[in-house]
């Protein structure tokens, strides 16, 4: 096996690792999170639509999910994609 490809396998396996690792933890926030039924709905629909139109599906305001997000993004459960957010997994 050439060196390069051995790298590769290395870092396939670190990553996979991590993602074990990282879903654990993630899983307990995301899980306390969703003891609410307005986030849980904010958080199935985060990634596949704009902040306008979740407000609009939801009948909240995008100031109240704009605060949401910021608060998930500091727990690392969604991370900013552009101009909005995306679920981690």
Known sequence: MSQEKEVILRLSNI???LTV???NQLAREIEKEMED???KKLYELTGKYGVQDIAKKMKCSVGWIS???KRWDQLGLIIKHGKGYVKIF
């Open 21 to 23: 690792l990282v879903k």
């Open 37 to 39: 039924s307005k986030k």
């Open 15 to 17: 990553e996979k690792l």
């Open 67 to 69: 605060g949401v997000w």
